[in-house]
Each structure stands twice: as C-alpha cells, then as structure tokens.
C-alpha cells in the first residue's frame, strides 16, 4: 500500500463540471455507473465504462461534443487489435471547420503577447479572415491536400493562421520554433518534402532581438521543394530581402476570401511532429484530422473544463506538442494568448503577469518556472494583481514537461490559493496528448497527477507483462486512442512505429516511463525507462532524486545517471548546478545526500557529487540522460547525440571533455 501524500486540493461544492454532465449522458445513453456521494468514486467507475467500452465512449464523445463527422460513418472503430485500429471508417472531417464552427465571431478568439509590445486581440471573424486569405494564397499557387507546409516560427499569432490555413487545404503542417538553427531545422523539415514555407524574419526573447533572416534564407536553401515562401516581418526592413519571390505576410493574410475547409478523410494526416532527435535523425509522427479532434476535444472540455469564456495561456514553442495542445484550446471556443518572449521578463513573476494581464483561467506552465518562482520568492497572486488581474480568475495552474515535486505543489497551492487546482498532466508527443491528468472532480495529491485521462487505458506492468499496483512498473497502454500515430514518416510498411511501442508487448503500446499507480488510482511519475537507476537490482526514477535534489536552495539543477560498466560495477554519478552565488562545500554534499537518504532510501545516495556548468537538454527541454550516459560509458559522442537536437553544445563539450578518458569506471568502492 502507498502512503497516503498531503492532500492538496479538492473539488469545491457548486457547480456541474463538463465531465459530470459528460456521464449524466453516458448514463442515460449506455447505462454507464451514474452518481454516488463520491465524485472521485463516479469519475474512476467512468474510466473503467469509458475503457471497457470503447467504441460507446468515443462515439458518445464525439456527438456530446458536437464532433463534425460527415459521410457513411456507422462504424466507431474497426479493430482494437493495436497497431491496426481503424477510427470513423467513411467519416470526412477537417479540423478548421470544427475550430470556427458556431462562434461569435466578434468575441476575441486569440491574444497576441510580446515582450516589447501592446498585447493585440484579435476576434474569430479577424482570425477566420486572415486564415482564409492565406489558405487562398496557398490554394492559387498549387497547394493541396496531402502536400506538406512547413513553419519556421515564434509563438505568435503568424504561426497559428499558417497552422488553420494549411489544414483547411487539407496539407500536412510541420513547424520548428526559431530557436533551432537551420542545419537543425533541416534535419526535421526537410524529411518532409515541403512545398511552402512560412517563417519570420525573428523574434524578440528576454529583451534581446534576435535575427532570423540568415537562417531562413539557409532553410529555404535546403528545402529544394518549396516553391512558395510568406514571410513575416518584425522589424520593418524591406520583407524581401531573404529572396526576392518572398510572399509579404500582411499582404497575403489581408485579402477578403471565403473560408472553404476541405474535407478529409478521419485518418489523414493533419500535421507531423519530430521526437527530439538526440540519439539519432528525428522521427516524423504523423498524426491525422480526427484523432486529433477527439483527443483534444476530451482533454480541454472535460479534464480542464474550458469552453467559451474561458483564457489559455501555455507557455510553449511550435517545436513542442504543448503548442498544438494550446491552439486546441479554439477548438472548445476558448481564447488562446500567444506569446515568444521569455517567462522571466521583465522578472522571475513575468509569466504570472503576463495571466494578470491577460485573464487566463488556465495558465500552463512547468516545474522548473515553479521551482525558480519558490527561490527568488516570487508571489504569483501580487504579480497577477499588479498586471491588472483579479488573482481569483486563474482557476486551474497546468504543469508539464516532468513531475512537480510535491514541496513545488505545496508552495503553488498556496501561492495560488485552496479554490485553485494544480493540474499536472503527463502524455507524450507519440500521442499529441495527455495519459494522465487532473479531473475537476478528483482531488489533488503532492508530488502525485490525479488520474488516467477518460478512454485511456492506462497500467503499469512488470518485465513479464503483469499488471502492479503501489510499486514501479513500465506505463503501458492496453487499448487504442484516437490520437495514436497515424504512421511515422517514410516508414512504409510500418516496421520502425512497431518496434518503437509494441516491441515489448505484442498489442500493448509501451511508451518508455516508469510510474506507479497508487490504490486511490493516482499516479507516481519516476522519469523514462530507459534512464531508470538499477542498483543492486533496486529500480528508481531519476525524477525521484530530482524533486528532492532539486528543492535544496543552493541547488538549481541536478541530473543522475546509472551507468553500468562491462565489468559489472556500476556508478551512479549526481552532477549539481549551483544557484547564483552559492558555493560548493562538503556541508552542501553532505545536505545533498542526507536529503536524499531521509525523504528516499540509502540506495538513492550517489556515488558522486559532481558541480557542472550546466545541464544539457533536448529542445522541448528534457534532460538529456540517456546519451550522457552513454557517452560516460566510452561511447563516441558523435554516435550517441545529435548537436543540433540539444539546447547548449558547450554543455556537452564539457561533459565530452571532462569523461574524455573514461570508459567505464570501477567505483564499487563509492
């Protein structure tokens, strides 16, 4: 049994959430378990019907939502034999017709935020108009569906009008922010074949401009395909000076054109996203029109409640799923706020002001943005109310990206106060989604995430393949989900997605995570699999230590890795980033380990403390353990990870550097 954690929040009384009204239906339609005097109870027998019942569930969801099916579509699912799922077999739908489907057009659709400039609004209809226009642009010069339309783009409004005006010709959108640099751009985009480029010409981050021009011209170089480029111009040069063929952005999001979205089939691919390419050339994952819909539909209606009305603010990148799952928020009829500035700016509570300003009621962010809000005693309410906020709007505070440690969850509910929930999800960009999540009606849990999402059927299995409760095992999913992977890109007969999630358990997708799932169904994030400490055949997350490790004041960033030798030793280094203005010392150590042997167990305790400059990290900002362990076990370093995959290639020089003589290390001793 797991111990019972600090409860943190709980649903309050009054009010009838999305989901509750969501299994009045399912009730009434299918006779799903209806109410008990437990919500947490009624949302946990409404997981197991909407699991259990797939092809019920889905396909209520789909009309409870008011999905936009058309054509011959008796048929929900063909086939739960995983990877082979057919969803909507005859169904046609387009993801543009569902964003703007029913919305007032005078209401304000979309708030673009920058760092140095008046925040602009704009209204569905301004949205709809621009959307339009660019789609016939793209239209006239040959565009079509299934081609691809690639984005080289802050997070502004410019890359969400490309984004709707791609897929509503039915063409395949992909996107790198403006943070990866051409060479690295190339390496996803250009597996693509694109045949149009929207870009920028750069963006301004953390008070400093920074110039893009070069590196569009060097994409639009390498991509041979493209034969239409829109740029768009921030700082008022000519816009044409990257090529002279150059597509002006105001001119070709300005003319007066009816929205027509092309209706696609339910699988057809609606965009590709690229794993982080660390070890190896990224992967495409291709993911289609209607999955997408359903999956985002789900997640923002019923697990965070937002519909009309309703602000979201996710600070994100179009290099990160979280950005897709933030131009999702249109499709609830929700505003989304756009914004490529830096969370930090003009200080530490930026990205709370920027929700103060902005009235989010979801604000989106991540344990590394709380944790340094905790050290430089940032108050998130003050910093709302001093934007022009009401602190009292901002109901839910999403977090993503890795767990948030259960000290972080207590300092965020009561900087943010009782009546707000922290909504910690996990999912993947395999999935474009959420496995687990926050439910209106299921309480919160430090250092814990609340439930697996509606129609996910999660499990945690040993390595033979059986189920476990209250200890460590692999997160598995055990029946479809819409928004699983089409296919992966330029993997024809569909060899690479395979092995990729069904190598382990023939039909079970394995996604690569350690978690526990605790007897009140909540669940325990431990990090990847693939990265998971083994010592003396005892399995810990890497996450573990870093909650712990990471909550010390001197200590701004850690990073643990298990490294096995040939010879049967095995160390287990700790490398710590120092907070500004501390300093090393064997009290520090000595904090460090005993922090770790009190709130874990003596096994966590490293072999080593190692200060380092920094941390690597992937560019959707995972560390990047597995690699760096390789290389500490002898590997080339050219063989294990991609340069242009990671965010500060001195980092890993002086990793590279520092273990240059070490193959693996005897340190039984340690």
Known sequence: MTAEPELLWTPPAGGTPAVERFAAAAAERFGAPTSTSEPAHDYAALWRWSVENPASFWGLLAQWCGIRLHGEHSVVLTDDDMPHTRWFPGATINYVEQVFAGRDLDAVALVAAHEDAADVHLT????????????????????????????????GPEAVVAFLAAASLGAVWAACGQDYSAPAALDRLGQLRPVALVAADGYRYAGRWHDRTAEVGALRDGLTGVHTV??????????DRVDKDVLDWTAATSR?????????????????????????????IVHGHGGVVLEHVKALALHCDLGEGDVLLWYTSPSWMMWNFQVAGLLVGATIVTYDGSPFHPGRGGLWSLAGRTGATLLGTSPGYVLACIKDEVDPAECIAAAGGDPAVLRTVGITGATLPASSARWLQHAIGERAQIASISGGTDVVSAFVGAVPTVPVWAGEISAPYLGVALDAFDPHGTPVRGEVGELVIRAPMPSMPVCFWDDSDGTRYRDAYFGAYPGVWRHGDWITITDRGSIEMHGRSD????????????????????????????????????????????????????????????????????ELSPRHVPDEIVVAPGIPHTRTGKKLEVPLKRLLQ??????????????????LDWFVDRYREVTTPSRDDR
Do not use: C
């Open 531 to 598: 990265a998971t400490l083994n010592r003396g055949g005892i399995r810990m997350g890497s996450a573990d230590i870093y909650q712990v490790v990471e909550s010390i004041p001197e200590i701004a960033e850690a990073l643990v890795l298990g490294v096995e030798g040939d010879d049967g030793a095995y160390w287990m280094p700790l490398f710590v980033v120092l907070a500004p203005g501390a300093e090393y010392t064997d009290a520090l150590g000595e904090t460090v380990a005993q922090a770790i042997r009190s």
């Open 634 to 651: 002898g590997a080339d370093p050219a063989a294990v990870v991609d340069r242009t995959a990671i965010d500060d290639g001195a980092l």
């Open 256 to 284: 007066d054109e009816p929205l027509d979205p092309v209706l696609v089939p339910f699988d057809h691919p609606l965009w590709v996203l690229f794993s982080s390419g660390t070890t190896g050339k990224p992967k495409g």
């Open 230 to 239: 829109v740029l768009a111009g921030h700082t008022g040069d000519d816009p």
């Open 124 to 155: 569905w209809r301004e949205l709809q108009g621009r959307v339009a226009s660019l789609a016939a642009v793209l239209r006239e010069r040959g565009v079509r569906a299934g081609d691809r339309v690639a984005g080289y783009l802050p997070n």
